[in-house]
C-alpha cells in the first residue's frame, strides 16, 4: 500500500506505472493543465499503443500532442482534436482509432468513472450522430442517452500545488479536467510544480483531496512553446 | 450579387459583429464561440455588464492581457492567454457545462457549416474531410437560452449556408434563434425562418437570391447599416 503521508517520488519510480497498450487519462485543456514532465517521461520510456482519453489531442508539439505526434496512441476518446492536425491525419490514414463525445458528456463520464457511479443519463446530442450505439432509457417520458463511465489505469494530473499527502491546488485555468481525472485513476499520478509538507496548505483552498491520489513527482516545468507565442 | 461592393473601413466580420452585440442585455451570461464571435465582446457598450464564460473552466473572462503579461495557464477555450473580469471565478469542466445544461447561459454566440430553416445547426464535421470534433458545441448549442448563429451568408464556394435542411450531421437540431450574416438578420420561428434586416447595401431581393431556406416576411424588413 503507498503510505498516505509520503507519495512524493521520483520521476523514473513514477514511471514502472506505465505501459504498452495502457488506458491513459490525461488532464489538461488545449495542453492547459497537461503534465509536461510525465509526459516527457512516457515518451523517453518507449511506451506506445496508448488508448487516450482527454478532452482534446492538444497540439502538435505541445502537451499530450506530443504522443499522438510522436505515434504513441492507438485510439483516443476526446471531444475535439482540432489543433492538432497529426491526430486527424492519422485518423484519415486509419492509424488511429478516434471516439467524440461531446465536452461536458465526456466530463462527466470521467467524473461517473471516478466518483463510482455506473453510467448517466443525458439528452446531449440527442438527434445527431452522437447518439449512436448508446442505450435510450425513457424515464417520467423523457428520452435520454445512457453514457458510460470512463477510468484508466493510469490518470496524470498537472497541479500547481500538492502537499505529501496528495491535496492537490490547480493553477487558474489549467484546473480543466484535472480534479475530474484526478478521481479516476487506477493510480492517479500527480506532477507538482510545488510540492509542500501536509499541513501547508489552507484545507479550504484545497481542490482535490489527497486521499484521490497514489504517486506526485515535482514538475521540471513546461517544456515547449505555447502556439500563441510564435 | 454585390459581395464585395463596399469598400469600408468596417469588415463585414465587424459589422456582423457589431449587430450581434444589439442583442446583449445587461447582466447577461455569454459564452462566444471562436473567430466571429470573438469580437462580439468588443462592441459591447460600458454601460452593459455581462460575463463571459469559457468552457474550460472560467467565468468573468477580460480582453487579451497585453504581451509579455500572459499567465500561459490561464486561457480561453481557444487556447489564447486572456484575463480576467471583475467578479470572476475558476471551476473545473464538469461545472462549466454544468452551468451549459443547466440553463445557466443567456446566450451563446457561435459560428456554422450550415443552418437550416427550423434552427438546425451543422458546425463539427465534414465528413471525410474535415473532423475536428464537436468540443462542447452540442451543450451550446442545446442547451444556451438564446443561441446566436453569426457566420458569412455563402460558404466559400457561393453556396448558402441557410439551408431548407442541413445536408452536414448536426450539432444540434432546432436549436438557432437568431441568424446574423454579412446579408440579412433572420430570427427562426416556430413556423419558419423570417427576414428580420438586411444588411446595408443588400436588398431583400439579393438576400432571397442568396439564400436556399425559404425565407418569410411579416410586415416591414429593416436595414442595418
Keep these: 500500500m503507498t503510505n498516505r503521508f509520503e507519495k512524493v517520488v521520483s520521476l523514473s519510480e513514477a514511471l514502472t506505472h506505465f505501459h504498452d497498450g495502457m488506458t491513459l487519462l490525461a488532464g489538461g485543456f488545449g495542453g492547459v493543465g497537461n503534465p509536461p514532465t510525465l509526459i516527457q517521461g512516457i515518451l523517453d520510456r518507449g511506451v506506445r499503443d496508448l488508448t487516450l482519453i482527454s478532452n482534446d489531442t492538444a497540439f502538435p508539439h505541445i502537451g499530450i500532442g506530443k504522443l499522438v505526434t510522436e505515434k504513441r496512441v492507438k485510439k483516443v476518446i476526446a471531444s475535439h482534436i482540432g489543433s492538432n492536425p497529426n491526430a486527424g491525419a492519422q485518423m484519415t490514414a486509419g492509424d488511429l482509432e478516434v471516439e467524440f463525445c461531446p465536452q461536458g458528456i465526456l466530463a462527466e463520464r470521467v467524473r461517473a468513472g471516478g466518483v463510482g457511479l455506473g453510467g448517466i443519463l443525458s439528452d446531449v446530442g440527442i438527434g445527431t450522430i452522437a447518439e449512436k450505439g448508446k442505450q435510450k432509457v425513457v424515464l417520467d417520458g423523457k428520452e435520454y442517452l445512457l453514457e458510460t463511465p470512463l477510468t484508466a489505469e493510469v490518470a496524470i494530473v498537472h497541479a500547481k500545488k500538492a502537499d505529501r499527502f496528495g491535496n492537490l491546488v490547480f493553477d487558474t485555468s489549467a484546473r480543466n479536467f484535472n480534479p475530474l481525472v484526478a478521481m479516476a485513476g487506477d493510480i492517479t499520478i500527480v506532477e507538482a510544480d510545488e510540492i509542500v509538507e501536509v499541513g501547508m496548505i489552507d484545507p479550504e483552498e484545497i481542490v482535490t483531496p489527497g486521499v484521490f491520489v497514489n504517486f506526485i513527482v515535482q514538475s521540471e516545468g513546461v517544456n515547449w512553446q505555447w502556439a500563441w507565442e510564435k | ?225
Design chain 2, 1 to 225: 450579387m454585390g459581395m464585395g461592393e463596399v469598400k469600408e473601413t468596417e469588415s463585414y466580420r465587424e459589422r456582423i459583429a457589431r449587430r450581434a452585440a444589439l442583442e446583449v442585455e445587461d447582466g447577461m451570461i455569454i459564452n462566444l464561440g471562436i473567430g466571429i464571435p470573438t469580437l462580439v465582446a468588443d462592441f459591447i457598450p460600458a454601460d452593459k455588464r455581462v460575463m463571459f464564460h469559457a468552457e474550460n473552466g472560467i467565468l468573468g473572462t477580460g480582453p487579451s492581457p497585453a504581451k509579455g503579461e500572459e499567465n500561459a495557464m490561464l486561457c480561453n477555450a481557444g487556447g489564447f492567454p486572456v484575463t480576467l473580469a471583475t467578479g470572476a471565478s475558476f471551476f473545473d469542466s464538469a461545472t462549466a457545462f454544468a452551468i451549459i445544461r443547466r440553463g445557466l447561459l443567456d446566450m451563446t454566440i457561435l459560428g456554422v457549416l450550415e443552418v437550416s430553416q427550423n434552427g438546425d445547426i451543422a458546425n463539427w464535421i465534414v465528413p471525410g474531410k474535415r473532423v475536428p470534433g464537436m468540443g462542447g458545441a452540442m451543450e451550446l448549442a442545446q442547451k444556451a437560452k438564446k443561441v446566436m448563429v453569426v457566420t458569412t451568408h455563402l460558404d466559400k464556394n457561393g453556396r448558402s449556408k441557410i439551408v431548407r435542411e442541413c445536408s452536414l450531421p448536426l450539432t444540434a437540431t432546432k436549436a438557432a434563434d437568431l441568424i446574423i450574416t454579412d446579408m440579412a438578420v433572420m430570427e427562426v420561428m416556430p413556423d419558419g425562418l423570417y427576414l428580420r434586416e438586411v444588411m446595408y447595401p443588400y436588398s431583400v431581393a439579393d438576400v432571397i437570391g442568396a439564400t436556399e431556406a425559404e425565407l418569410k416576411m411579416d410586415g416591414e424588413v429593416g436595414v442595418f447599416r
